[in-house]
């Protein structure tokens, strides 16, 4: 028994379907590489955060670790002051809202890869490992804060979002008094 379906289909060898699939691939090819490129160029636009993998001549691994911290640093500080004008209005700021907790996230995935700088105090290596792994536990409930953040701005949650706000603020703060960071 046919069905419906197989009563379509062309003959495998048909020259038709090869050259139908060809010209859809050359059709689509163009179409796929430029929505890339746009997607590319969104993010770039975006700030989103820059990882290089090797230090620049004459830069060691440490400065640039700390470039890298201080920039990725920033850009969280950057999409805390404009989320707090965003969540004013949620419905109307949603895009903009969602797109600021996403460059914040991956900001915070940035700096979670990082070493941290070294206190001025001097540490054995047990308590400046200790220190690394409590940084990274904070930059861990930092996120959370962002994907509850992003569940809120979706659902358009004013008071979800006050809160989330609220929470980062004071991770924030907690971060900077038991890190010292600038």
């Known amino acids: 028994m046919r069905t419906l379906d197989h009563q379509h289909q062309p003959h495998p060898k048909s020259p038709m379907k090869s050259k139908r699939s060809r010209t859809t691939i050359w059709l689509t090819l163009p179409l796929a590489a430029g929505l890339a490129l746009t997607s590319f160029a969104a ?40 989320l707090r004008k965003l969540i004013a209005d949620p419905t109307a700021n949603q895009a903009a809202i969602m797109t600021t907790l996403e460059t914040m996230e991956k900001n915070a995935v940035a700096v979670y890869s990082l070493t941290p700088p070294k206190p001025e105090e001097e540490l054995s290596e047990p308590e400046w490992a200790l220190y690394r792994i409590t940084y990274k ?35 924030k703060k907690e971060g900077h008094d038991q890190f010292k960071f600038d």
């Open 137 to 171: 536990a904070q930059i861990v409930e930092m996120q959370a804060t962002l994907l509850r953040l992003q569940m809120a701005a979706l659902r358009t949650d004013e008071e979800a979002l006050q809160d989330g706000y609220k929470a980062l603020q004071a991770h």
């Open 43 to 82: 993010i770039q636009d975006q700030g989103e955060p820059i990882t290089p993998t090797a230090a620049e001549p004459g830069q060691s691994a440490e400065d640039l670790n700390h470039e890298m911290f201080e920039k990725n640093m920033k850009g969280l500080m950057r999409g805390q002051k404009a």
